[in-house]
């Protein structure tokens, strides 16, 4: 089952040179465009989806167990705005057209806990950089986790790339859900187990950028 639905909403990735246009997967013109990297089951995803149909959506997830949800959910609510790329979202983000994002979604990654691990955690200066190269002027970024450590590694190394503006005013601005950020099935667990979840929101700038 896996196999014969994936296809129809798998992303090609271009040969080496070529860069792709992500509005072009889709058979219907999208005003924008937006990414989740590392979607897990997939229910964000879906949630956005649905609300948001003049969208078109990319999700990228490399575990099967989380593409093969999201795939039940795009049949169930018959969504027809999201594609996938089952691998690492770098490789997408490599092959992107230069300022072809509109928002972007990296909601509760694997912390790596472990120091010697760091270099493995998803929000690097590396990726922001991939992300800077990626993202219109004004688009958003969009962080969440409930991992205290790497929430502060996530908010230093965001605010400290010149191609990011933090737009938190107040401490509910990053404390608080906002309304259209639906929660998932990891963060009610968060929440049963005590963990204060984090949610950072960024706008790209206009100017700035090491990309």
Same mark, same amino acid.
């Given at each position: 089952?896996?196999? +014969? ?12 040179? /070529?860069?792709?246009? *992500? ?28 609300? +948001? ?9 490399? =575990?099967? /167990? @989380?593409?093969? +949800?999201?795939? $039940?959910?795009?049949?169930? &609510?018959?969504? %027809? +705005? ?5 691998? &690492?979202?770098?490789?997408?983000? &490599?092959?992107?057209?230069?300022? $072809? ?6 909601? =509760? ?15 690097? *200066?590396?990726?922001?950089? %991939? ?5 219109? *002027? ?10 205290? #450590? ?9 605010? #400290?790339?010149?191609? =990011? ?7 509910? #601005? ?5 309304? &259209?950020?639906? @929660? ?6 968060? #929440?049963?187990?005590?963990?204060? $979840?984090?949610?950072? $929101? ?10």
């Amino acid at each position: 089952m896996f196999e +014969n639905k994936l296809p129809a909403v798998a992303i090609a990735l271009p040969d080496a040179g /070529e860069s792709l246009h *992500p509005a072009a997967l889709f058979p219907a013109a999208v005003s924008e465009i937006w990414l989740e990297i590392g979607f897990g089951a997939g229910d964000h995803l879906a949630w956005q989806a649905l609300r +948001n149909p003049e969208v078109g959506f990319l999700g990228c997830e490399p =575990f099967v /167990e @989380g593409v093969a +949800n999201l795939l $039940s959910r795009i049949e169930r &609510d018959a969504l %027809r +705005n999201i594609r996938i790329l089952d691998d &690492d979202a770098r490789l997408l983000l &490599d092959a992107l057209a230069p300022a $072809s994002l509109d928002r972007v979604f990296i909601l =509760f990654p694997d912390p790596w806990p472990k120091t010697r691990h760091h270099k493995r955690r998803i929000v690097t *200066p590396e990726t922001l950089d %991939r992300l800077a190269r990626a993202m219109r *002027p004004g688009a958003e970024l969009r962080l969440a986790t409930d991992h205290a #450590d790497y929430a502060a590694w996530m908010l230093a190394h965001a605010t #400290d790339h010149p191609a =990011f503006a933090w737009t938190a005013r107040r401490p509910a #601005d990053w404390r608080v859900r906002p309304a &259209d950020w639906p @929660g998932t099935r990891y963060e009610a667990k968060a #929440d049963q187990q005590g963990r204060q $979840s984090c949610y950072f $929101s960024f706008r790209r700038r206009a100017d700035g950028t090491r990309a």
